[in-house]
């Protein structure tokens, strides 16, 4: 018996705007059926005793305080800008 139908594979299918013709329902649904067959076998090891984890190496986040800095000196700032005005970067308007 199958675990996932092809009515559920075009639900899906419909949900993700995705067109597919009968064939490839069959398809989806065999090659499905065959992934939770798959998931529902990792299911029966035994795994009392190990540590749940999000990754396979011993990973942490390094972070750093924010601190405030020392910005560019205007005039190396406006060298790089195609145009400015008044110690200004000026920009094309995108507003009528």
């Known amino acids: 018996m199958s675990r996932i139908s ?10 993700a705007r995705l067109a597919i013709t009968e064939e490839e329902a069959k398809m989806f649904t065999e090659q499905l059926d065959a992934i939770i067959t798959f998931a529902e076998q990792l ?24 601190k405030a800095g020392e910005g560019l000196p205007v005039e190396d700032v406006l060298k790089n800008a195609p145009d400015h005005e008044d110690g200004q970067i000026k920009v094309p308007s995108i507003i009528e």
């Open 6 to 15: 092809e009515k559920q594979v075009k639900h899906v299918a419909n949900l």
């Open 43 to 66: 299911n029966e090891l035994d795994t009392t005793g190990v540590e749940p984890t999000t990754h396979v190496l011993n990973m942490k986040n390094v972070l750093r305080e924010d």
